[in-house]
Nanobody, 116 residues
Framework: QVQLVESGGGLVQTGGSLRLSCAAS????????MGWYRQAPGKQRELVTT???????NYADSVKGRFTVSRDNARNTVTLQMNNLKPEDTAVYYC??????????WGRGTQVTVSS
């Protein structure tokens, strides 16, 4: 059974930092591109960042320079360090795993709230 479990969300003031983690099980983690997406109330889910099997990263323009994604293949985890948070970063953040075999998995999400 595949599981992606996010943790680390919470309430933070503008300018603060949070560190999200996603622990994966049931997949051969190292062959998956891992990603973080977010969905704010009333909005569509959007891509935040991805990190592929070669640790090449991709970021949405809105988070470049503030967010950093990393992965640990030995521990089957992907981490999102979020600095200088803004109210517009408020959303539910979801972990995603996808492979070249076109299988895809999602976590249940963790709430991030940034107060102004």
């Amino acid at each position: 059974q595949v599981q992606l479990v996010e943790s680390g969300g919470g309430l933070v003031q503008t300018g603060g930092s949070l560190r999200l983690s996603c622990a994966a099980s049931g997949i051969f983690f190292s062959i998956y591109t891992m990603g973080w997406y977010r969905q704010a109330p009333g909005k569509q889910r959007e891509l935040v960042t991805t990190i592929n099997t070669k640790e090449t990263t991709n970021y949405a323009d809105s988070v470049k320079g503030r967010f950093t994604v990393s992965r640990d293949n030995a521990r089957n985890t992907v981490t999102l360090q979020m600095n200088n948070l803004k109210p517009e970063d408020t959303a539910v953040y979801y972990c995603n795993a996808g492979s070249v075999l076109k299988d895809e998995y999602w976590g249940r999400g963790t709430q991030v709230t940034v107060s102004s």
